[in-house]
């Protein structure tokens, strides 16, 4: 059962105000979103990126609960070695089972790029962890540089737009499919602004006996240029332009969990955010067009694959 609003009121915040996130930063708001769900006892491992840096400033910290700092590229290692651990000192009767939850978040350059390989390791040995990516699209802690996540024609420090290049050549590493071939019990996108759906999933995710990983869209005021008052709106667009569908799958069955009958055109998105301002000029309509195409057939590809779960399920 998903938590009421008011359960979530009452308990205690796993991460503090006092952080040095920017303000707006969809960030901070995914990771109280995620704690609420998970409960206590919970430990958390976290790859550098704009959240370790900015909840852990020595000598002080805004975690309230068991928190370790892991390298950029592996923190999924890293709590796959404190569940081992946990694993052995209850089975050799030096600590009681406290059904402890274990969850590693990661930007995507930590997670699309450099620490891919980690993930996948601990996804395919079958550690008991969640694995968060908070997704803006970008390296944003060290200045707002390209990643696999980021999508074609945005503007960003590795591909800036000029006269010759309308921003990033690529599109964007489908990365919540490569996880979901790896047939682990629980894998779903989901929002910064659609919190039901974020907490449902979340409680879905601590529940599996199994790795779970949740790839979340983490609208980034700085890195995507818009005002921080908008952070909600933005996150809303991407999912009502296609551009971030939201679905799960469970033990192999994909399913939609956003449904949106009259889609709004990708262009809706673009405006919304200064990075793509030049996408906005008449030589790079063409840029729009593929960005367009590259939704289109990915939403197709999804509906497939959540129907044929339909007929197989
Ligand atoms: C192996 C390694 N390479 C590069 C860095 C420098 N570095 C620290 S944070 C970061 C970017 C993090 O980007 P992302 O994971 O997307 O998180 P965000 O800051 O966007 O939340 C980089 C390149 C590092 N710490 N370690
Ligand atoms: S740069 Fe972006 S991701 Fe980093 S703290 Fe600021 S808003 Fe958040």
Redesign the pocket.
Known sequence: MVKTLREMTEQAEGLSSGHSLCAGCA?SIIVRQVLHAVGQPVVVAC?????EIATSRFPTTAWNVPWIHS???NAASTISGVEAAYRALVRKGRMPEKNIKFVAF??????YD?GLQWLSGALERGHRFIYIC?N?E?????GIQR?GATIQGTWTTTTPAGKVVPGKPEWRKDLTAIIAAHHIPYVAQAAAHAWKDLETKVEKAAAVDGPAFINVLSP?TRGWRYDPSKTMEISKLAVETRLWPLFEVENGVWRLTYKSTAPKPVTDWLKSQDRFGHLLRPENEHVVESIQRNVDREWAWLQRQCSLATVTA
Do not use: H, K, Q, V
């Open positions: 960030e790859a550098t990126g704009c959240l390298a950029f590229e990661g930007g995507d350059g930590a997670t450099i908070l803006n970008g390296y944003m802690n060290t990643s980034c």
